[in-house]
């Protein structure tokens, strides 16, 4: 029963800032999962498409002239506790992305011309974009200009400086592409039912017994495009 009182308190709060949000111009297709965020203001610079899920601690940050889709979260995307997005020119996350908690996105970074304060100087503006079905895990930093493609993994602790293809595994400050996700990856997943094996998914696996500590370049599949991140 005290469950059962709980969820449901749980649900009736989070249509009431489905509600609150709404009233105050926020664009929000359908309804999401709101738990205890935070949109200070800029409220219709932002847009929540259906079933987004933004647990407790979340902060939607808009700078700037006003700009609809300004920040824009796709459907079924699910950002865990205390992460920032920081918006001031675009800022799009997909659908059916998964970020973790303690992470920051920002489209924005100051000036740093010498015989001037940094906090004198301009913004300098570059839009972040995060395809659909990508990963990122906790402590996550993606700076402007910053495109993340469909269904990449970034490691936690991560910060990232630079594109990441589509299906790449990148991690480390700055973050790197390791290698790209292999059928290996979805090991344990069905259609009669998700079974996700965590070890599986963890884009730092923990070495077996048989196996070195440290792994050539070969191991990962010596491409163009490994040796580009590489470097």
């Known amino acids: 029963m005290i469950d059962f009182l709980h969820h449901t308190a749980l649900r009736l709060a989070s249509r009431a800032r489905n509600i609150y949000y709404r009233s105050l111009g926020v664009n929000i297709e359908g309804n999401g999962r709101l738990y205890r965020i935070s949109i200070p203001r800029n409220w219709a610079d932002i847009t929540l498409e259906h079933g987004v899920a933004l647990d407790v601690g979340v902060t939607l940050l808009c700078g700037g002239p006003?700009?609809?889709?300004?920040?824009?979260?796709?459907?079924?995307?699910?950002?865990n506790r205390c992460t920032i997005l920081d918006a001031f020119k675009e800022l799009h996350i997909g659908r059916d992305v998964m970020i973790g908690p303690h992470c920051y996105f920002t489209d924005a970074n100051h000036g740093t011309t010498a015989g001037f304060s940094v906090k004198s100087q301009p913004m300098c503006l570059a839009p972040v974009i995060v395809e659909d079905e990508a990963w990122i895990g906790a402590h996550v930093t993606v700076l402007p200009g910053v495109h993340i493609g469909k269904g990449a993994v970034i490691g936690a602790g991560a910060v990232v400086t630079r594109d990441v293809p589509a299906g790449a595994v990148a991690h480390g400050v700055p973050a790197r592409m390791k290698h790209r996700r292999k059928n290996a990856d979805v090991v344990g997943i069905t259609t009669a039912a998700l079974r996700v094996e965590p070890a599986i998914f963890s884009p730092i696996r923990a070495p077996r017994e048989d196996q070195a500590l440290v792994r050539s370049p070969d191991d990962f599949g010596n491409t163009d495009e490994t040796e580009k991140w590489a470097k």
């Open 66 to 79: 006003p700009k609809r889709d300004k920040l824009r979260i796709g459907s079924g995307t699910y950002i």
